[in-house]
Structures are given as C-alpha cells and as structure tokens.
Nanobody
C-alpha cells in the first residue's frame, strides 16, 4: 500500500527557512508526479509546487523564487526547500502523489496523500 509521510515542519520567524521532507513507501514513485500542497483552517487546500514525472516543475505564484521542490528517486523522497518565509505561508503542508491529469496544482487531481506537517511563520 502506497504511503506518504511528511516531516520537517515547525515554527520559524518571518524571513527564515525550513525544509520539508516527504518519505514515500509501499510503491515505486519513480514514475509519479508529486507535489506539495498547503491548507489553512477555513480555506481550501492549495497547490504550492509540483514536480512532474517527466517535465518542468510548477510553482504557485505566491512561492515562486522562494520555494524549491526536488525529488530523490533513489530514496523515494520529495523535498520542499522554503526560504524567505512569510506569515502567510503558515499552514499544514501535505505531499501528494499519483497525478490524475488536468491542472497540476489542483489538489483534487492527486490520489495519494500524507497526513501533513504544520508550518508556523511568525512576524
């Protein structure tokens, strides 16, 4: 059974950095498109960054130039390097896999999800 587990969240001051990890197990993810999504209480989950199985990475405008997504296929790990963090980056971050087609940043287009890791950015 395919599983994803996020880690690396925490609290940081504005301007700081965090690195999120998503460990994938139970399946081979080499051919999967994977992504990071963020959810704030009371709001819909939004796409942050996606790395297709065979294409260019895609970022939400709100994180372009600050966040970097990467994937280690040998270790089955998805990473998100977050720099210059802002209070509006606060939320629960989820990794997802197995893109079903359509909009890369639409969370409804992904089939496998982790439990999330919380990021809090204080001003």
């Amino acid at each position: 059974q395919a599983q994803l587990e996020e880690s690396g969240g925490g609290s940081v001051q504005a301007g700081g950095s965090l690195r999120l990890f998503c460990a994938a197990s139970g399946s081979t993810y080499r051919g999967y498109s994977m992504g990071w999504f963020r959810q704030v209480p009371g709001e819909e989950r939004e796409g942050i960054a996606v790395i297709p199985a065979d294409g260019d990475t895609t970022y939400a405008d709100s994180v372009k130039g600050r966040f970097t997504i990467s994937k280690d296929n040998d270790k089955n790990t998805l990473l998100l390097e977050m720099n210059a963090l802002k209070p509006e980056d606060t939320g629960v971050y989820y990794c997802a896999a197995k893109f079903l087609g359509g909009d890369w940043l639409d969370p409804r287009r992904y089939e496998i999800w982790g439990q999330g890791t919380r990021v809090t950015v204080s001003s």
